[in-house]
Nanobody, 121 residues
Framework: QLVESGGGLVQAGGSLRLSCAAS????????MGWFRQAPGKEREFVAA????????YYADSVKGRATISRDNAKNTVYLQMNSLKPEDTAVYYC????????????????WGQGTQVTVSS
């Protein structure tokens, strides 16, 4: 089970840190990711992190403004978003992969319920 938190309303230029708490014993051995879905749009990849946290991957739209990290002792993955823009407004979803390293968006097989992020201009 994946439970996201940390969403909310923020002004453009602001920051948010999203958290995703995972239950189960496999968290520390699988890659994790963040996706988002804006109204009327398809879900899109935001960031991913390998099981160890050593390798990270970002969508071009957030590169330089987002940082994904994880704490395997706490079974939690984070997404720090800075310099937020109105176009970052979306429901953000946490996802877990079936393998230890990120290869493609099809790696992700379990999803949280999402947390709303709204960026006002």
């Amino acid at each position: 089970q994946l439970v996201e938190s940390g969403g909310g309303l923020v002004q453009a230029g602001g920051s948010l840190r999203l958290s995703c708490a995972a239950s189960g014993r496999t968290f520390s051995s699988v890659a994790m990711g963040w996706f988002r879905q804006a109204p009327g749009k398809e879900r899109e990849f935001v960031a991913a992190i390998s099981w160890s946290g050593i390798s990270t991957y970002y969508a071009d739209s957030v590169k330089g403004r987002a940082t994904i990290s994880r704490d395997n002792a706490k079974n939690t993955v984070y997404l720090q978003m800075n310099s937020l823009k109105p176009e970052d407004t979306a429901v953000y979803y946490c996802a877990s992969a079936y393998r230890s390293s990120y290869v493609s968006v099809t790696d992700f097989t379990s999803w949280g319920q999402g947390t709303q992020v709204t960026v006002s201009s």
